[in-house]
């Protein structure tokens, strides 16, 4: 089994970063942006990160294409595809780059959907979330991709039942 933590928008912390990667121990850390952190944070260390339009202090690509055990990640922060008015622009750059999943932030509201064939996650936020009390990441598990599992969980690793679900890809 592929298990893969997506977060996003942590703005500054890092010992919760680091406490969410011990407990899922998963196979690949996303982060998509706005960690506010250095390209050298032992935290990001291992981490695909993008930046995000708080992300001042260091020196993360824009965008990251992926692929992860035979799935197509395509991974942005989202400011650059103006993501809090519709998922149009973004859709059509993951569909240049052939992406399966495609992970985004910007504007804190966790949440997921798939539309034509494609997996979008905003993981939500861990530090400021909108829409929700609950601070919140994501975990993506596959053993193949006609059975994927995506479920949010808090800051503090309880299961976000109502966010949560399975799908093929």
């Known amino acids: 089994m592929t298990k893969v933590i997506i977060m996003s928008d942590s703005h500054g ?26 390209d050298d944070a032992n935290e990001l260390e291992g981490v695909i990160t993008v930046a995000g339009n708080c992300d001042f202090y260091g020196d993360f690509p824009n965008e990251q294409k992926k692929v992860i055990n035979g799935i ?8 650059l ?17 052939s992406a399966n999943v495609v992970c985004f932030g910007h504007s804190h509201i966790a949440g997921a959907e798939k539309v034509d064939n494609k ?9 400021l ?20 599992e995506i479920s949010f969980f808090t800051q503090e ?4 039942e109502d966010l949560s679900f399975v799908t093929s890809l």
């Not at 595809?81 to 240049?96: D, F, G, S």
């Not at 979330?129 to 994927?148: F, I």
């Not at 690793?157 to 976000?160: C, D, N, S, Y």
């Open 13 to 38: 912390l890092t010992k919760e970063i680091e406490e969410i990667k011990i407990r899922e121990q998963a196979d690949y850390v996303i982060h998509c942006g706005d960690s506010e952190l250095t």
């Open 72 to 79: 197509t990640f395509f991974v942005v922060h989202g400011h």
């Open 81 to 97: 595809h103006n993501v809090k008015m519709n998922l149009m622009n973004l859709a059509y750059r993951a569909e240049e780059g």
């Open 119 to 127: 997996l979008f996650i905003n993981p939500g936020s861990i530090r």
């Open 129 to 148: 979330p909108r829409l929700r009390v609950e601070r919140t990441y994501a975990v993506l598990t596959w053993q193949s991709s006609d059975k994927v």
């Open 157 to 160: 690793g309880q299961k976000v």
